[in-house]
């Protein structure tokens, strides 16, 4: 403290050097010619930063004139706090985040000297858990460095002990330019944002108050975006020598431009997916995406506006609104009244071209069903050029029309399935057509099933069929070998059976898929009388053991005795189920008024069993140019009727002209909309 005094009545220093002079414990002289070069020499030499500096001018520089007579500035500078103290607090900073991260329940007290224009204020905030007291001593050693002489230690007494944390004057400030702390204001070029630097009092300098900057940021001409609230914690908190963000501009924001939403993938990808043990079905590929009636396909959202921005300077920034786009509709496409959704006229397969969405009615494999494509799942008409190979699978809610062949494969559809070169099934085969199925040749189906006419050109063999009216097989060389062939009304062929006496069954006169309802009902309840009669046997067997044993059974066998009883019970009701649906199909067929008839052209050969509704016949000697019906209960033999082709190929042609008008319209409307867009 001695060597303090002496130097601050020492008017000049003779052994310093321009930029700066000797080292003294946390004292140094420094000659510069500003105050803020002379600041930033003696922190870098001291290890501290400008913050913790506290200096006195010794001698006062001058620019001169024209550089001439230019004087520089002496400084005696002193650090606030010694080099140990400031790691001891760097260390207590340390511990107190460390306590943080664990809580904050101990928190030392806390003392601040505030030189304002309205007096010097002390503020003592108490202690939190067992964190340190602030102390009289530590209050008073800080007033003393900072200059502030004589002041009422009774009440500096009092604002310790209460610590309430409140500022408290304790003395009256006097004006003293050189030791108030000062303040920088700095706009950024393009006005966006505001930088403010505040620089700490001295001695018993005044703090930057928020109405000093406030009234900078004015004059500047700062308007807009202002923050009081980072302004006043940069001054509580003595955020000094550093550049804090005090104002900021909003920039503008473009307006959004319209997009379409599509609501199918417009990007088609290959897609596999796997089942439950990793493994890929590679017939599965979904590369058709089907849609239906109403189906909503895309969507538009509009543009939005956009919102412009302003500097802090109050200088509007326009912005610019987003962009719009059309929507149009394609084929079989209609647009909503709004304008702004996409729906699909039909049912279909949606198809993205070249920006414009279309529904097709029919689905072309221009190859073969296998591998490259997949199996076929469309809501329309399906036709394949090519082949079906085995394990793969068609299901149509129109139309199937294969050019080529099929083979173990599955075809399903709501409408007519084609089928230009003939079925190999292997057994396997699945065919079921809504109305009509047409094949050059039937070999070796699981199951042929048509709510209408089954019409086979050539052989139908070794095949269950099933059709709602009519089984037709009448070309050059047809014929129906083996299998079991039924039809509501009628079964017309040039031979049926063969010279090996292949056993052959063919029905008609009833409801195909009644009978083989009627045939899966007595199949299940013959299962059921077969499980209810070992379930009596069973509950018999311990009833005996309950009566041998005093009516006493083990839990386990008790429980199994009622679960017997339980199943019997279950069974019994769903017999009863059974037999009413057996009842009631007995009597639609009954009802039924087609008697049915089998139509040979050529020959019937023995091993072929005949039922026309509930007569039954079994042939035993060949029969040709032939008719069976039913009469009187009985099989009556009359001479061949040829199938009413003519007709059907009438109504087949009429169709035909139909649907190739609705082509014409649909190609003209297509037309009509391209004209129009372009």
């Avoid at 200059?147 to 409140?166: C, H, R, T, W, Y």
């Amino acid at each position: 403290m001695d060597r303090l005094k002496e130097l601050l009545t020492e008017d000049t220093a003779d052994d310093v050097s321009l930029e700066q002079g000797d080292v003294s414990g946390d004292f140094i002289e420094v000659i510069s010619y500003s105050v803020e070069e002379g600041l930033e020499s003696a922190g870098k030499k001291l290890g501290v930063s400008i913050a913790d500096l506290e200096y006195d001018i010794l001698e006062k520089g001058s620019n001169g004139f024209l550089g001439i007579g230019r004087r520089p500035f002496k400084l005696l500078v002193k650090t606030s706090i010694s080099k140990a103290a400031e790691e001891l607090q760097q260390l207590t900073d340390m511990t107190q985040q460390m306590a943080k991260a664990d809580a904050i329940k101990d928190k030392d007290g806390a003392y601040k000297i505030r030189v304002t224009k309205q007096g010097i204020m002390l503020i003592v905030t108490k202690p939190i858990g067992k964190g340190r007291t602030i102390s009289l001593q530590e209050v008073q050693n800080a007033l003393y460095q900072r200059q502030i002489l004589n002041p009422d230690e009774a009440l500096i007494q009092k604002i310790v002990s209460k610590a309430s944390g409140e500022p408290v004057k304790i003395g009256v400030w006097e004006a003293n330019p050189e030791y108030d702390g000062r303040f920088s204001v700095e706009i950024s070029e393009d006005e966006m944002k505001v930088y403010l630097t505040l620089v700490p009092p001295k001695k018993t300098g005044r703090i930057v108050e928020m109405d000093d900057i406030m009234s900078e940021l004015e004059r500047k001409g700062v308007v807009f975006g202002v923050s009081r609230e980072s302004i006043q914690e940069a001054i509580d908190d003595d955020k000094f020598n550093q550049p804090l963000t005090i104002a900021e501009g909003l920039s503008p924001k473009e307006g959004n431009d319209a997009k379409i939403d599509y609501k199918f993938n417009i990007d088609k990808e290959l897609q596999l997916s796997e089942d439950d043990k990793g493994r890929v079905d590679f017939r599965e590929l979904d590369l058709i995406e089907n849609v239906v009636v109403g189906q909503i396909l895309a969507k538009k959202i509009n543009a939005t506006k956009g919102t412009a921005g302003k500097t802090v300077t109050g200088r509007e920034l326009p912005a610019k609104d987003g962009r719009d786009i059309p929507i149009t509709e394609g084929k079989n496409i209609k647009l909503s009244e709004d304008k702004s959704e996409l729906v699909a006229e039909i049912n279909g397969q949606v198809v993205y071209v070249k920006g414009r969405i279309n529904v097709e009615p029919v689905y072309e494999v221009k190859g073969d069903v296998a591998l490259e494509t997949g199996n076929v799942v469309f809501l329309g008409t399906v036709i394949v050029r090519g082949n079906v190979e085995d394990g793969f699978s068609i299901k149509a809610a129109g139309n199937i029309d294969i050019k080529g062949s099929v083979g173990k494969a599955q075809l399903e559809a709501e409408g007519d399935i084609i089928i230009k070169q003939g079925l190999l099934g292997k057994d396997e085969a699945v065919i079921v057509a809504g109305n009509d199925v047409f094949a050059k040749f039937v070999e070796h189906a699981k199951r042929v099933e048509a709510g209408r006419d089954i019409v086979i050109a050539e052989g139908l063999m070794h095949s269950f069929v099933d059709a709602g009216k009519r089984v037709i097989c009448n070309g050059k060389r047809a014929m129906i070998v083996g299998g079991r062939i039924r039809a509501g009304e009628e079964i017309n062929a040039k031979v049926i059976g063969s010279q090996s006496y292949t056993e052959t069954e063919i029905e008609v006169g009833i409801d195909p898929k009644s009978r083989q309802q009627l045939l899966e009902l007595n199949e299940e309840l013959r299962n059921h009388k077969d499980k209810s009669k070992e379930l009596s046997m069973n509950i018999t067997t311990l009833e005996n053991q309950k009566r041998t044993l005093g009516g006493k059974l083990t839990p386990e066998k008790e429980e199994q005795l009622l679960g017997m009883l339980q199943d019997k019970e279950s069974i019994s009701l769903r017999m009863n189920e059974i037999e009413e649906q057996i009842s009631e199909i007995k009597s639609y067929l009954a009802s039924i008024e087609e008697k049915g008839k089998v139509c040979v052209q050529k020959e019937v050969y023995p091993k072929v069993r005949i039922t026309v509704k509930d007569a039954f016949l079994e042939v035993k000697d060949s029969f040709k140019y032939v008719t069976f019906i039913q009469e009187a209960g009985n099989i009556k033999v009359l001479p061949y009727e040829e199938p009413k082709m003519e007709k059907d190929k009438e109504k087949s042609k009429e169709r035909s002209k139909e649907r190739s008008k609705e082509r014409n319209k649909e190609r003209n409307k297509e037309r009509n909309k391209e004209e129009m867009v372009y």
